[in-house]
């Protein structure tokens, strides 16, 4: 439990919404607006981990996205896996872990061993965590942890749970930024964020640059966080 006046933030996560529209106001495909949006984590990640920011979490595609045609999915994962090949010469510059959490089983064997190894090859990595949501849905991760203990003896205890969740061993979430105006989690680490603080910006996905992330970090900080405490008790 932290205590009453910790404010390091030491993990953010992501909710990137808003790449369609940002398509659609210019009159281009829905893919221009994903492929934006794939630009803009370059200059987020940066301004996240230069201030000192240890993990950032990243909403890539959720368990509901699959309802999305078929060429916008495929796009998104191509984008993906162009987005790791660049990406993956920083991970090892800034001495950054790659975490992949969701299920890969579906997802094609060429970005699944792709995910698998930036993965191993990042592991014993500890400045920072890049922590991607693909095919990943809370409610989902959280039955898993579940199953994973129907073994053990005697009661589950929250730590238990915790160590079964992809994000086994990371901090919890300390401020979620969603994007677009939309104000939803959307099954985002709903248990890492039980103490989180909410940001949320009208700017779409792919409007979100260096500055918009000082301005959600800054805003963090500006915040009194007291964990169901009394202030100053
Ligand atoms: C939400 O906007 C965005 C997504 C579901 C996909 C996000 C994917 C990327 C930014 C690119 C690939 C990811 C990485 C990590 C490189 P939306 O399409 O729901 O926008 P809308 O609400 O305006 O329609």
Known sequence: MPSSEDKKLRHVGFIMDGNGRWAKRRNKPRTFGHKKGA???IGVLEECFDSGVEVVSLYAFSTENWSRPKEEIDAIFDLLSTFLKKYSKKLFEKKSRL?????????????RERCEKLMADTAHFTEHVLNIALNYGSRNEIVRAVNLLKDK??????????????TKGLPDIDLVVRTSGEKRLSNFFLWQCAYAEFYFTDVLWPDFNKEETKKALDWFYGRKRRFGGIENA
Do not use: H, R, V
């Not at 975490?99 to 970005?111: F, H, M, N, V």
């Open 99 to 111: 975490l992949i959490s969701g299920d890969l089983t579906p997802i094609s064997k060429t970005l």
């Open 153 to 166: 003896q005697g009661e589950i205890s929250e730590e238990d749970i915790s160590n079964n969740l992809y």
């Open 39 to 41: 630009d803009a984590i």
